[in-house]
């Protein structure tokens, strides 16, 4: 099964729980569609672990942009002392929860693409602009920082007309509406049975603000849940 989700924000526990619930194994993949991190308490454990596994693909979000550029500056001004800067890195974790980064972990990170383009969806964190024709312009023709951080695609409005479904996430659903459940946008006149039926899917849940983590099946379209323990 094919699964995408967004916006973990270092939200460990929660993320392996909502796998245990959805029972990822070997052959599903997840799509996760940026901001792996920062604001949850495990941000370092849980970017160690999605570099790092299987049948996890990942784009890069802003906040990992971030992250990184602090990298870049580190290692610009320690450039006879590589092993300082892992230590150094940190210092960007408030709170961090003692996992050791390492030189492969950075690495993987520094490889993420701005977008992942498959047969029938697109994954990006911000959303993708339209062009005067309202279909989605190409990523490959799209700014980074629009990519990464343009809020406009995800106004229920935004209805782009060509056929890719674009899965995204960055802003919170509960922007746009009451409730903090991945938002799937149906094409009009189409059952819902097949991921070509919608024109996009808002996946971040506001887990920071909301304690609720999901995903979404690309296979059957349907949404999982789990939520924060109080």
Not at 1 to 12: L, N, Q, T, V
């Given at each position: ?12 526990d929660l993320f392996m729980r909502l796998m245990d619930k959805i029972k990822f194994s070997a052959g599903d ?7 792996i991190i920062d604001k949850g308490e495990q941000s370092a454990r849980l970017l160690k672990l999605l570099m ?109 007309l060509n056929s890719k479904c674009v899965c995204f996430g960055h802003t919170p659903v509960r922007y746009v ?54």
């Open positions: 099964m094919r699964y995408a989700i967004s916006d973990i924000h270092g939200e460990y993949t997840l799509y996760v569609c940026g901001d790092n596994s299987d049948g996890v693909r990942c784009v890069l979000g802003n906040h990992e942009y971030a992250f990184l550029t602090y990298y870049w500056s580190m290692m610009r001004r320690s450039p006879k002392n590589f092993d300082e800067v892992l230590e150094s890195l940190r210092s960007w974790f408030a709170p961090y929860d003692g996992s050791p980064l390492d030189w492969d972990t950075m690495d993987k990170l520094e490889a993420l693409p701005l977008y992942i383009e498959e047969e029938q969806f697109v994954c990006v964190h911000a959303g993708l602009p339209l062009d005067e024709d309202m279909r989605t312009v190409a990523p490959q023709s799209v700014m980074p920082g629009i990519l990464l951080e343009d809020r406009s695609f995800m106004r229920p409005q935004v209805v782009p509406s009451d409730r903090d459940e991945i938002l799937a946008y149906r094409r009009l006149g189409r059952s819902g049975g097949s991921i070509d039926d919608y024109y996009k899917i808002h996946l971040d849940t506001g887990v920071y603000l909301s304690g609720v983590l999901g995903c979404f099946c690309i296979d059957d379209c349907r949404a999982r849940y789990v939520k924060r323990r109080i």
